[in-house]
DNA sequence: CTTGACATTCCAGTAGATGGAAACTATACA
DNA sequence: TGTATAGTTTCCATCTACTGGAATGTCAAG
């Protein structure tokens, strides 16, 4: 007993699909809701059935996912691909400017890793009797650099 | 003609609290929605009026934010505070667990930026000839490590 | 015949806002 | 007095990428 393997009518239904891809079934079908993948041929009972070329689409979509490609940045990319168009191009942009951001975003979450840290070296020093003082919500946040200006106390 | 400063009756509306804020008068009103600040008061037109108290709690919820706490978190840490407690042993708890998560976030994104690197890479090296070739939907994308296992291809 | 594991649809909710529409108010200017 | 402009109000919708839950249906095994 051998399953042909590369007979294209095998089909799976979307629960071994999504474990196999180690996603949720729910997702699975809301990419088809989305109408990121095309609609799923149904058997009798109306379950979804997935052939090899659904299972490579969703299987690229999440590989996208995994390199923090947005749902419509792969949506483009597959569109393309339906053109004739090879997307590689219009990927390697994609990637440009992903690495771009994370760039970004990794400068600005070093930034406030250091404000955190700041914050609790500071917690280290506030004498504990100022610790109560009514005056502020919390000397920690509160003392770190205002940067707004205070309508209320603008003098002249 | 000079402003009494200290004088609390000072009032002002949302837009002028929101542009010293830097943020966006919908923002302000969203925060009174869920709750995050009380009511404001309102003249007889019924625009909200915000005092020196208001406009404190309001930006001391902008620096939490800047520190990317949740509104949650924020709201916690004002609500310690109303209970008469000093929320700081809180927020420092608060702080060890953002310093943590901000590492793991940090080393994500350096292990993503490596990927798409190797990406733009490989888009250097990808044979003309083989970048229309339809077996794939983007070489690029495609040529990353595949994790998930094939229900389709299972041989025995 | 029932139990359990699947599947279906539909509705709602998450976080943190933001956009837009329609209506009202306030102020200045001609 | 009229009107233009700017600010405000409420309400509803939208964004991202799912996920949870309820009510219902299907299927195979024991």
């Given amino acids: 007993m051998r399953k042909t393997t590369d007979d294209i009518t095998d089909l799976v239904q979307i629960g071994q699909v999504a474990q196999t891809l180690g996603v949720n079934p729910k997702t699975v079908r809301y990419y088809e809701e989305i109408k990121l993948?095309?609609?799923?041929?149904?058997?009798?009972a109306g379950y979804r059935?997935?052939?090899?070329?659904?299972?490579?689409?969703?299987?690229?979509?999440?590989?996208?996912?995994?390199?923090?490609?947005?749902?419509?940045?792969?949506?483009?990319?597959?569109?393309?691909?339906?053109?004739?168009?090879?997307?590689?191009?219009y990927v390697t942009e994609?990637?440009?400017?992903?690495?771009?951001?994370?760039?970004?975003?990794?400068?600005?979450?070093?930034?406030?890793?250091?404000?955190l840290?700041?914050?609790?070296?500071?917690?280290?020093s506030i004498p504990r009797e100022d610790i109560l003082l009514n005056d502020c919500i919390c000397h920690l946040i509160e003392n770190e650099a205002l940067v707004a200006r205070d309508p209320l106390k603008e003098k002249d």
Avoid at 67 to 78: K, R
């Fill in 37 to 44: 993948i095309p609609e799923a041929p149904r058997n009798n």
């Fill in 49 to 89: 059935l997935y052939d090899q070329a659904a299972f490579d689409r969703l299987s690229f979509i999440l590989r996208a996912r995994n390199l923090d490609f947005s749902l419509d940045d792969i949506g483009e990319i597959l569109a393309l691909r339906e053109d004739g168009e090879a997307p590689c191009l």
């Fill in 94 to 115: 994609l990637v440009d400017r992903r690495i771009s951001d994370i760039d970004t975003r990794i400068e600005g979450l070093r930034q406030l890793r250091h404000e």
């Fill in 117 to 124: 840290e700041d914050i609790r070296e500071e917690a280290r």
